[in-house]
């Protein structure tokens, strides 16, 4: 989608404030503080942050599958479809149950692929099967059409020699394949909203690219509107339109690829940025994040991030940031922000990172 169309009529899911917790033997942890976050039809958003950030807690509840001890506190998860009179609907998924969810919207209108291939794929069973598997639930096909519908999406999904897959097995495939079979599974229902979690994580880098290329070529053709959940920058940078970056359960810092790669705000959006892998690199050391994120079971005072930022000010160990417009699409939850508060410049190593990558984008752009 071209980053200017974006209109209220195509919002597919609309989260607002959404707040959850888990109960634990050691107490409540809230794992989701606040989340407000749109996703627009034809459109890639990609949740990046690091690990215990609360990237997969929020896409679990949107597909229903939260673990059993978690808990929605408060919120709404708006999601707009239409239903099999071609009617327009919007429900608010935190007023369903999970079963509820599973049942109606998994797999027909809200897909997953997740990280490991092999975790989602019955070993037991073939793979044609468990293709033809959500058809034969979701959808009013006999044997027959399914089996088709199956056949097609393996073609489609870029495997080669479909009929022989089909009787397969999992354990008789490589780790790309198996994703590829994920992803046809997800497809099979012709799916709105496809979430990817770590999809390439398990996967070698030149699988990786391929399972990345074939996710895109889809996503445009069936015009499905996708969220990667990643801690992987430089596969944001080849997915994604708009970026939501995540801390502690909150997300810090939000726009469009350009604004989130080229002119980020939030210091923590610096640190993941500076901590990518750069070949051209004059330091022999990989820059990383200092300290550690902090634990959700105790309250939270202040900016979560403060302990871990340089350029913390004194209101930041006493009161939330609110999310400042800087312009465009990008939004930032940093007292930095603040017109009162003193200038401060991104990492000088930073600056020549960004600079550089202007100049590839700008290179790749002129072929």
């Not at 059993?68 to 919007?90: A, L």
């Not at 790309?176 to 979430?195: E, F, K, S, T, Y």
């Not at 996503?219 to 339109?241: C, F, M, P, R, W």
């Not at 810092?253 to 350009?258: A, L, M, R, V």
Request: glycine share 6%.
């Amino acid at each position: 989608m071209s980053l200017e169309k974006r209109n209220k009529e195509d919002r597919v899911l609309s989260i607002r404030d959404l707040n959850i917790s888990f109960e634990t033997s050691a107490g409540q942890v809230n794992a989701i503080r606040g989340v407000r976050m749109d996703l627009f039809r034809g459109e890639t958003i990609a949740i990046v942050g690091e690990s215990g950030s609360g990237k997969s807690v929020t896409v679990k509840c949107i597909m229903g599958i939260l673990a059993s001890n978690g808990r929605i506190d408060s919120g709404k998860i708006d999601y707009t479809y239409f239903d099999e009179n071609g009617q327009k609907q919007t429900v608010d998924l935190t007023k369903m149950s999970q079963k509820e969810i599973r049942y109606k919207f998994n797999g027909k209108h809200i897909a997953m692929v997740f990280q490991d291939p092999m975790t989602s794929l019955d070993p037991t069973m073939q793979i044609g099967k468990q293709i033809m598997e959500p058809i034969l639930t979701h959808e009013k096909a006999t044997k027959e059409e399914a089996r088709e519908r199956a056949m097609k999406l393996l073609e489609e999904v870029g495997i080669e020699n479909p009929e022989k897959r089909f009787k397969e097995y999992p354990h008789q495939l490589s780790g790309g394949m198996r994703q590829r079979v994920v992803i046809a599974i997800a497809l099979a229902c012709n799916p709105d909203v496809l979430i990817c979690d770590e999809p390439t994580t398990a996967l070698d880098v030149t699988i990786q690219a391929k399972i990345l290329e074939l996710i895109k070529k889809l996503q445009i053709e069936h015009n499905i509107s996708v969220i990667y959940i990643t801690h992987d920058l430089g596969v944001v940078a080849k997915v994604a339109d708009y970026v939501d970056v995540m801390y502690a359960g909150r997300i810090i810092e939000k726009g469009d690829i350009n604004e989130i790669f080229y002119d980020p705000r939030h210091p923590y959006t610096w640190g993941l940025l500076a901590s990518m892998p750069d070949t051209d690199t004059r330091s022999t050391r990989l820059f990383a994040i200092p300290g550690t994120p902090p634990n959700l079971l105790e309250r939270i005072d202040g900016d979560a991030f403060a302990p871990r930022n340089p350029y913390a000010l004194a209101i930041d160990y006493k009161a939330e940031p609110p999310m400042y417009n800087v312009g465009g699409k990008h939004r930032v939850a940093s007292w930095l922000c603040d017109p009162r508060a003193p200038k401060v410049e991104m990492p000088e190593q930073l600056k020549e990172r960004i600079a550089k990558m202007r100049e590839e984008s700008k290179a790749y752009d002129d072929r």
